[in-house]
């Protein structure tokens, strides 16, 4: 028992210790791309933010049709259940705080980063262990050009900021257009329904979503241009590569939401 009880310990601390050597390798990568906005100048400066815009379109714009209607279904089916089930307990006026908690506080902005990790964070990934695979990186080194600033940077502005964008976005329309497709079993007016949701929003509920958004935005861009940067020289690693980012940026959006969330109610 004694020795299989050491043994458990061990695999644990060296569990731990790798956990939290991965925790320290993703902070430095943020921190080395967001040193490089104080030292884009020149040539450098306008490529960068050209990869900044073009990941602004694929991972923001091109992501609006299928959030919206994600955040649609969404809407409509927490709507549906709230007038449904708050009358039959006497809380028809909590309408708008279970409005604000369920989608604001905590679906949109987690929803938001699922759907983010799925579509940019696994093409990040994938597109970074390609440039690895064929060399690109070293050929950037080699040219003098740093790939943090090039490469990194802008997938880590370009997602932060969509994210952010993405996330007000499924908001609005989990709650307008959640309220106009469930208008025939709605019996209050829209705009009766929208003041209780104004009303119950507060200077916390601002907080967390401003919180929330760019932490997610953060840990999607990081995790997925690290493994993605991680893959060597085999072509066999850039799906194992992003495999592992599409979980652990999940993993790790999932565990921030509850941290924040814990730290916020109790």
Avoid: W
Avoid at 155 to 173: E, N, P
């Amino acid at each position: 028992m004694t020795a299989i009880g050491s043994s458990t310990l061990g695999g644990l601390g060296r569990a731990v210790l790798r956990g939290g050597g991965y925790f320290l390798d993703l902070l430095f990568l943020a921190y080395l791309a967001f040193r490089e906005l104080f030292h884009l100048h020149g040539p450098s400066r306008r490529e960068t933010l050209r990869v900044i815009h073009r990941q602004i379109l694929f991972t923001g714009l091109d992501a609006l049709p299928l959030l919206g209607r994600i955040a649609l279904m969404i809407g409509l089916t927490v709507i549906v259940q709230a007038v449904t089930l708050l009358p039959q307990v006497g809380g028809e006026e909590m309408l708008g705080r279970v409005m604000v908690l369920v989608i604001i506080r905590e679906l949109g902005p987690l929803l938001t980063a699922i759907v983010v990790v799925g579509r940019s964070g696994s093409a990040i990934a994938t597109e970074l262990g390609n440039m690895r695979v064929a060399q690109e990186t070293d050929a950037l080194i080699v040219m003098g050009i740093s790939p943090i600033r090039l490469i990194v940077l802008p997938r880590l502005a370009g997602v932060v900021l969509s994210v952010i964008c993405l996330t007000l976005y499924f908001d609005v329309i989990a709650i307008i257009g959640g309220f106009i497709i469930a208008g025939l079993k709605l019996t209050i007016p829209f705009k009766v329904f929208i003041g209780n949701i104004l009303s119950a929003l507060t200077f916390t509920d601002l907080f967390i979503f401003l919180i929330k958004s760019p932490l997610f935005g953060i840990v999607i861009a990081s995790v997925c241009c690290y493994h993605g940067l991680s893959v060597r020289r085999s072509l066999t690693e850039v799906p194992q590569q992003t495999t592992r980012a599409i979980v652990n940026s999940i993993a790790l959006s999932l565990f921030l939401n509850m941290i924040i969330t814990s730290l916020v109610y109790l």
